[in-house]
């Protein structure tokens, strides 16, 4: 869990030096740092909010908050401006946000992780090491249940949740689902729409405006590129197109 805060700070100065060297005035805009409980400095329209417990928060951009309470050992860090990074109710949680109009909230359990970059939401609660990762203006979303991610970028929208081990990726518009069942996994790209639910094992990908739907059963997988593909009401069915 150590390894993972030091990783959050190094990123944090890495992105720090960024724009120490590319945007000068940008660094000046606004800057706080608290640690638990304690807020050390503050310049600027900027908060930072930390409980005891080794919670730690870090704002370096103007009209941006970051706040880690209610739990111990929890990082919020963000880099730039009208940002938000929330991290508690629970412990070892790391929320980060790079770069203006990001909001990233991890907590409510044990090792939660959300990382937004260049706008966007993403959030990871409600349960045990998910993952959370939204980039360019999408929306990542893994909760109640444990070990689920999601991952979107330029765009799109990625749901992991209701269970355990599932996993969502999207990318350039596409929208990704894998929820309700263990182990349900749902790729989408390209203004493509990938769901896989209601069951366990369930894999569906789309891409090029292509539709995927793996539901209702188990071990079905579905596959579309630029076409509508849906394996669902049994066990073990599985629908390529074209």
């Known amino acids: 869990m150590r390894q993972r805060r030091f990783a959050a700070i190094a990123v944090a100065l ?8 590319t945007s000068p005035a940008a660094v000046e805009a606004g800057f ?5 409980g304690v807020t050390f400095f503050t310049d600027g329209n900027v908060s ?16 941006s908050s970051a706040s880690a309470t209610n739990g111990a050992d929890n990082t919020a860090i963000v880099i730039g401006e009208n940002s938000l ?24 359990g044990i090792g939660n992780f959300a990382f937004v970059s260049d706008g966007g939401t993403a959030y990871a609660y409600t349960g045990d090491f998910n993952s959370a990762i939204a980039s360019n203006g999408s929306l ?3 909760y109640e249940g444990n070990f689920n ?4 970028s330029n765009g799109s929208a990625a749901y992991a949740n ?6 969502a990726s999207a990318s350039n518009s596409g929208y990704a689902l894998a929820s309700v069942g263990d182990f349900n996994s749902a790729s989408a ?10 069951g366990n094992f369930n894999s569906a990908s789309a891409d090029n405006i292509g539709y995927a739907y793996a539901y209702n059963g188990n071990f079905n997988t579905a596959s579309a590129d630029n076409c509508s593909a849906n394996a669902s009401g049994g066990n073990n069915i599985t629908t390529i197109c074209p």
């Open 85 to 108: 990074a929330d991290a508690g109710e629970g412990t070892h949680n790391t929320a980060i946000a790079i770069g203006d109009g990001g909001s990233a909230y991890a907590g409510g």
């Open 32 to 36: 706080c740092i608290a640690y638990d």
């Open 162 to 167: 209701y269970g355990n081990f599932n996993s």
């Open 14 to 21: 890495a992105a720090f030096l960024g724009l120490a060297t």
């Open 149 to 152: 991610s999601a991952s979107a």
């Open 189 to 198: 790209s390209n203004g493509s729409v990938a769901q896989a639910h209601d």
């Open 140 to 142: 990542a979303y893994a």
């Open 48 to 63: 930072c909010t930390t409980s005891e417990g080794g919670n730690f928060a870090l704002v370096i951009g103007e009209n």
